[in-house]
């Protein structure tokens, strides 16, 4: 029993992976590279959301959603401003590029909101007890929203044209742009859905976990744990690889003490790596 | 603010972090190789002289072994071991290049870092090594710090000049042929591979020894002083003083220690307003880091050097 009940922590975390890693995966595969700095967008959705809960007072429901604009507005920005005038350097300059994003937007964080745990001003959850394991209906608002994200993500990429103009630039950039994809305006979509889904996933952050300034950093391993597993892959192969390394991490915990989480999540990577240097997807068609 | 004791805290750091720093432009502009996880080499080769040095655990104590050996033993072997963790963690990642590599050098130090911290027999866990064996004491007249802070510049010294007759030799020329065309390179004999992975092995040794320092310098071996946060302050110590030139790196090395160490000395009056000049330490690191990577000065001025003469 105690091993669902570790499950199903697992499952949650997944899915908060899923939610945190789509973003980052998104960039991947469209812009062509690792944004370190998502993990601090999902800390500018978490304190936005603190920030205008808390002190403006503002019904979750309300500042949650103003959060996640906010955010995707700020990763627009910050790819205008930075990434692009850079694209031309490669992925490398860009990545590392990203590091420096992420510690301006940390230090900014920071500077405004401080140290010490940040509490969302939200009911307390709620537990359910369905077959004797318990779980919070925070945590299942966790796992329907990742569902939700996934699925419309989904659709969006599938059957709308911008969706599958995003895909074709994500295969092959050149090709795209001669067939007359607009790659300005599909870039510029792309960084509002990733940047929006890092503030999405930040709200959740602020919801289930204890909020404090250096939480967002934390994140970005178990993102690029995500990442790397999934590799270039498509959308499915970044909720399978979500679901693993979450499972995996929550499940350890039932043999091994908590401590050695972040090290279960990047042994499976490296094991991975060391088969499928590619990832979950492995080599992607040319 | 205490000047002098300023200037040789920048010396000693400055030079232990330079010697990281050439390591990593060694590995990054020669051999094409991003190391995000410089770091777990640095922590390798501290834990490493911590346990060789120390004495065997009693009391409290929960680490499992302590040889009480002499410092040199424990310097060496911290060279030694850097290569070992080199030669382990490059057999699988070498592999993978660009960001792949970048990737899982970074999950390795990860790994590592979160072994530290959960297994106590290695070092204590969090707590940590302390009161590490320091080999130098006062020279005669000259205080111990300074005793220090040559020792650290002279391995950075003999770091350079080995990197320098390393990469001025056939072997060097075969590197850079490598890294500009590598068809070319392979086409006309080079093991490229091979010659990478030669690059990874032999740049770690500095890095551990480096390390070895650190940890007599701090008299601590702890995990909270090895975090993804030094991988990064090194990348950054290298892309601010142009990645291609040594001498750029170093200096970039000395600039941000130099930096970092005036911010923390300067006076506060609160908790909060101490808090926030680290958090302006991190806002201004960031922003020269993104604005050298796109305006590349010293890639401009060395080329108007070059062109000069």
Known sequence: MLFLQYLTAGVVTGCFLILATIGFSLTRQVEGFLNIAHAELLGIGAFATWWLNASQGWHILIAGPAAVVFTALIGLGIARTIYDPIRSRGPAVLLITSTGVAFVIGGVIDALVGTGIRTLDIGLATSYKPFGIRITDYQILVVALAAAVSVSLALFLNRTRIGLAIRARAVNPELAASRGVDVATTSRVTWLLSSGLAGLAGVMLAVIATLTTDLPFAQILQILAVAILAGLGSLYTVIASGLIIGIAMDVSVYWIPAGYRPLVAFSIVIIVLLFRSEGLAGRRAA | ?????????????????????????????????????????????????????????????????????????????????????????????????????????????????????????????????????????????????????????????????????????????ALDAIRDDEVAAQSSGKPSADMRRQVFLISAVPVGLAGAVYAMFTTLAQPSLFTAEVTFVVWIALVLGGERSVYGAMLGAFGLVFFEEVVRALPFETVRSAQIAASVEHIITGVLFIAVLRYQPFDRIQRKVRAST
């Open chain 2, 1 to 173: 603010m205490n000047w002098p004791q300023l200037l040789i805290t920048v010396a000693t750091i400055g030079s232990i972090f330079g010697v990281v720093t050439l390591a990593l432009n060694l590995q990054y502009a020669r051999g094409g190789m991003i190391n995000f996880g410089i770091v777990a080499y640095f922590a390798v080769g501290a834990y490493t002289y911590a346990i060789i040095t120390q004495p065997p655990p009693k009391g409290l104590d929960q680490y499992a072994f302590g040889l009480d050996w002499p410092w040199w033993a424990g310097f060496l072997l911290a060279g030694i071991a850097a290569l070992g963790f080199a030669a382990l963690t490059g057999w699988p990642t070498l592999r993978l290049r660009g960001e792949y590599l970048a990737l899982t050098t970074f999950a390795f130090a990860e790994v590592f870092h979160s072994f530290l911290l959960n297994e106590r027999r290695i070092g204590n866990g969090t707590v940590g090594l302390s009161n590490v064996h320091r080999p130098f004491g006062d020279w005669g007249p000259i205080e111990e710090k300074y005793v220090f802070a040559g020792a650290a510049a002279l391995l950075l010294i003999v770091t350079l000049a080995a990197f320098r007759q390393l990469l001025a030799s056939p072997y060097g020329r």
